[in-house]
C-alpha cells in the first residue's frame, strides 16, 4: 500500500492549521478562504492552494481525532510526523517500532482518514436528500 497523495495534502494542511491554532489563532487564518489563490505548478494535479481551507482542516482534525478509538498507533503516528515535526527514525525510536512500521501506520492513516471523510460525506448528502 502506498500513500494517498491528497490525503497527505490534506495532513500537511492540518499541520499548519493545527500550528497556528496553537499560538492562539484558533486555527483559523487570516484571510477569507474565498479569496485563496490558486497556484498551478504544471504538475498536471489538483492546483495548489496559497492558504489552508478552514472547513477542510477542521474535517480532517475530525478524521485524525477519530483514530483515537481503536486505532491510537496511528493517530500518534500521525502527530508525531506532523504535529511535531519528527522524522520516521525518530518516530520509530520514540515509539519502539521499526521505521517500515512507522511507513506502514502512514499508509494506514492515510487509508483510514480517507474512510472516514468518505463517510462523513455520504451521510451528509443523505441527510441533504432527506430534508428536500
Known amino acids: 500500500m502506498a500513500r494517498i497523495e491528497r490525503i497527505k495534502q490534506r495532513l500537511e494542511n492540518w499541520a499548519l492549521w ?3 491554532e496553537g499560538r492562539g489563532g484558533l486555527g483559523y ?4 478562504s474565498f479569496l485563496r489563490i490558486a497556484v498551478d505548478c ?6 495548489l492552494m496559497s492558504t489552508v481551507d478552514e472547513i477542510e482542516a477542521t ?4 478524521a ?3 483514530l483515537l478509538d481503536g486505532k491510537p498507533q496511528l493517530h500518534r503516528t500521525i502527530v508525531l510526523i506532523y504535529l511535531e515535526g519528527e522524522s520516521i ?13 512507522i511507513k506502514s501506520n502512514l499508509e494506514k492513516g492515510d487509508f ?15 441527510a441533504a436528500a432527506a430534508s428536500k
Open 18 to 20: 493545527k500550528e497556528r
Open 29 to 32: 487564518y487570516t484571510q477569507s
Open 42 to 47: 504544471g504538475g498536471g494535479g489538483d492546483p
Open 59 to 62: 474535517k480532517t482534525d475530525e
Open 64 to 66: 485524525v481525532t477519530s
Open 89 to 101: 527514525r525518530r518516530t520509530a525510536e520514540m515509539m519502539c517500532k521499526a521505521e517500515s512500521t
Open 112 to 126: 483510514e482518514i480517507q474512510t472516514f471523510l468518505r463517510l462523513k460525506e455520504e451521510d451528509r448528502e443523505r
